[in-house]
């Protein structure tokens, strides 16, 4: 089972708001839009993944590393490796 099992409906309901965003990206271009009211949106959409990606992260610090650092051993230190390295990943995007 995965962390973020719980609220998955809630993440695909993000998930679609935010592909509605993109395909609406596409249309400002494809009108010639200002180039500022695209990055505004641009932008809106960078934070809404950034929201998903944090939501993502701390469920899976909950459940997947907790389990894991629970059990102990190798599973354990590669977990939390494993979310270490994603939260690197953030923070450098």
Do not use: F, W
Not at 36 to 59: C, K, P, R, W
Not at 63 to 85: D, W
């Amino acid at each position: 089972m995965v962390g973020y099992s719980h609220n998955k409906e809630d993440q695909l309901r993000r998930l679609r708001r935010i592909e509605g965003q993109v395909r609406g990206l596409q249309r400002m271009v494809d009108d010639d839009k200002y180039c500022i009211d695209i990055l505004t949106q641009v932008s809106a959409a960078t934070s809404a993944l950034q929201s998903v990606a944090i939501s993502l992260l701390e469920d899976h610090l909950a459940h997947c590393v907790a389990e894991a650092t629970v059990k102990g051993g190798p599973e354990a230190e590669a977990k939390v490796k494993e979310a270490s390295e994603a939260i690197a990943r953030l923070v450098r995007s």
